[in-house]
């Protein structure tokens, strides 16, 4: 092969990585909100008492999607009947499920601070079945692993989860899993950067 054709390959390859990497949808300037978009972007100060980062800021493109979804974020996060251990493990098998970094970074820590053992996180961050899983964390992988690759659940695996966690929990389960697939979608879409340089912890699967 020529030098100028391995050149122009060299060129074309890397030059092809910062698209891909390109944050699609960054934060909108102050002075560039529309009036829909400043009111939603306000609202979601006031409730979170924090500016608006990772999946909210391609969401704010939509301001009424993007307070709509941080309502039931609220509410999944901090009041469901599922403990954080639960939630945030719920939360780890579904940003696994579509590679979804930042999502992972955001929820790994706090996965861990809400008792999760590490070795069940690292199982996850694999690909595989957890081994030594608690009771409940069992019910809630066959749950979840079943919902995503059956697009249904068996009646044995769903009889376990509603004696287990009730009819609620068994809706804030399914609740966690659409709204984390929604984000997760979010921000493969515009490509939202992982913050402050962090390195991505999960590769993508074999296809």
């Known amino acids: 092969m020529h030098a100028p054709v391995i050149c122009s390959i060299v060129v074309l390859l890397y030059g092809a990585t910062p698209a891909l990497a390109q ?9 560039k ?3 829909a978009q400043r009111k939603a972007v306000d609202e979601f ?5 924090a500016e608006i980062s990772g999946p909210f800021v391609p969401l704010s493109r939509s301001p009424e999607v993007l307070t709509r979804a941080r309502a039931l974020s609220d509410y999944l996060r901090y009041r469901s009947v599922l403990p954080p251990r639960l939630s945030e493990f719920v939360i780890l098998i579904t940003a696994r499920a579509w590679t979804q970094n930042y999502e992972w970074n955001a929820h790994e820590p706090l996965a861990r601070q809400a008792g999760l053992q ?7 961050a694999d690909g595989r079945r957890p081994d030594n899983m608690a009771d409940d964390e069992e019910i809630l992988f ?3 692993d079943e919902l995503r690759r059956n697009q249904s659940v068996s009646d044995a695996t769903y009889a376990r989860a509603v004696t287990k966690f009730g009819e609620q929990g068994v809706i804030d389960t399914v609740g966690l899993v659409g709204y984390y697939t929604l984000i997760a979608m979010v921000l493969n879409t515009a490509r939202t950067p992982l913050p402050g340089g962090a390195s991505p912890a999960l590769t993508s699967f074999p296809r």
């Open 23 to 31: 944050d699609r949808m960054p934060p909108i300037p102050p002075d």
């Open 33 to 35: 909100l529309t009036e």
């Open 45 to 49: 100060r006031t409730a979170r008492s």
């Open 118 to 124: 590490v070795a069940v996180i690292k199982a996850i």
């Open 142 to 144: 066959s749950f979840c």
